[in-house]
């Protein structure tokens, strides 16, 4: 058992890696749940606990699977974002690969958060080999600056459909920005997946949204009878009311980087979507300033002393281009466009594009966005843009 503290409620509570588990017929919708991913979040796990215990001492009736995990188990009792590496940041195929073929190694010189991570891995693949129905994975969060509560996702047309059931904004096109989230791995194996960033790390209003999410999510996910929801209209209303001033669609079009977290400090007063212009100064990174190159939004802005991204910059996006998006997709128009001379399908890979740099220069990065490959890396003459899923 680790304890969890919760500033925001002066309360500390003692939880396992399940917070809850509550398995009906494998053939029905399965909801997954991650609580404390980063250690100085605790919120989404104080809404687990109060959601899970709800539903045992009323004796809810689930028409589906739940599954709430704790996840930093090393980190959360010491209130710190990571231990030795970010959880967050280390979900990729190569670490994951390496940690399965090496498992004896996971002695006390490993990093802490292997071992999380190899624990989460095996829990995950337990509930993926028991259940058949529809999958959805969740990952509760909150930020360090001020923010109403928001919708992360990568740019698949299952996760768009599944998050704009919420009244709360959706970010598109973080895995063009970070190497290794949970569920950039979620989505690699084609189920959907949502982030939940329920307001800043503190504030009670932040475990009073996770809680409203959660019991959506479960509701939405035909997990759950309205019946067995007595508070429904006052869960959404309480979404509507804290993403009141956001309802639109964004995409991340900049991510400022820190190596050095001693040497960055955010300017104060920056709440996430707060509009930003030309050349105004956001932040001092190695005794520079640090200024915006252009008009938009600002995104996550960093007031603590551990993680790597200083800052976002994100941008609505307009509602023609969704839908010219979601035809493009479900008319596959990507078949088309490998047939033209220097583009190709990944044979390794059907979701991964290969581009010649030199065909790369009249196509602008939007259309491959349109189509989902969000994702772009170059080797030699190519660039390879890779999306989420088939569809």
Same mark, same amino acid.
């Given at each position: ?37 980063? *250690? ?7 809404? #687990? ?5 709800? +539903?045992?001492?009323?004796? #809810? ?7 709430? #995990? ?5 980190? @959360? ?27 004896? =190694?996971?002695? !006390? ?18 509930? @993926? ?43 598109? !096109? ?24 329920? !307001?800043?790390?503190?504030?009670? =209003? ?9 019991? #959506? ?58 509009? +930003? ?29 551990? *993680? ?13 281009? @969704? ?18 001379? !220097? ?20 196509? =602008? ?12 890396? *170059? ?13």
């Amino acid at each position: 058992m680790s304890k969890v503290f919760s500033k925001a409620l002066e309360r500390e509570i003692e939880v396992d890696r399940y917070i809850g588990k509550f398995e009906n017929d494998p053939n029905s919708p399965t909801v997954i749940m991650f609580g404390g991913i980063h *250690g100085n979040e605790p919120s989404g796990v104080f809404a #687990l606990d109060v959601v899970c215990n709800h +539903i045992r001492s009323e004796h #809810l009736d689930l028409k589906g699977n739940f599954y709430a #995990l704790a996840g930093n188990l090393c980190a @959360l009792p010491e209130g710190e974002r990571f231990c030795d590496v970010d959880l967050n940041r280390i979900w990729n195929g190569k670490s994951i690969s390496d940690l399965e073929k090496n498992t004896a =190694s996971l002695n !006390g010189q490993a990093r802490k958060e292997d071992r999380q991570m190899l624990e989460l891995l095996n829990e995950i693949k337990y509930i @993926l080999n028991r259940n058949k129905g529809e999958f959805y994975f969740i990952d509760l969060h909150t930020t360090s600056s001020q923010s109403c509560p928001f919708i992360p996702i990568n740019d698949t047309m299952a996760n768009r459909r599944f998050a704009r059931k919420f009244p709360v904004p959706t970010v598109l !096109g973080i895995e063009e920005f970070l190497d290794g989230p949970l569920l950039s791995y979620i989505n690699e194996i084609d189920h959907i997946a949502l982030g939940f960033e329920g !307001g800043q790390h503190d504030e009670k =209003s932040a475990i009073h949204n996770h809680i409203a999410f959660i019991g #959506l999510a479960l509701l939405y996910s035909n997990c759950i009878s309205k019946n067995e929801i007595p508070d429904y209209k006052t869960y959404l209303q309480n979404l509507k009311e804290a993403g009141r001033k956001e309802r639109g669609i964004y995409e991340i079009v900049k991510r400022f980087e820190v190596l050095d977290n001693n040497s960055f400090d955010m300017n104060p007063g920056f709440e996430s979507f707060d509009m +930003i212009k030309k050349n105004q100064h956001l932040a001092n990174y190695k005794n520079q300033k640090v200024k915006a190159e252009k008009d938009g939004k600002i995104f996550m802005p960093l007031y603590q002393k551990q *993680g790597e991204d200083g800052f976002f910059v994100i941008r609505e996006i307009p509602a023609i281009w @969704l839908k010219l998006s979601s035809l493009l997709r479900k008319i596959k128009f990507e078949a088309l466009l490998v047939l033209l001379p !220097g583009i190709s399908r990944d044979s390794d890979n059907s979701k991964t594009i290969v581009v010649n740099r030199n065909i790369a220069k009249y196509l =602008s990065n939007e259309l491959f966005h349109l189509l989902g490959f969000r994702r772009k890396t *170059g080797s030699g003459d190519f660039y390879r843009f890779t999306r989420r899923e088939q569809i």
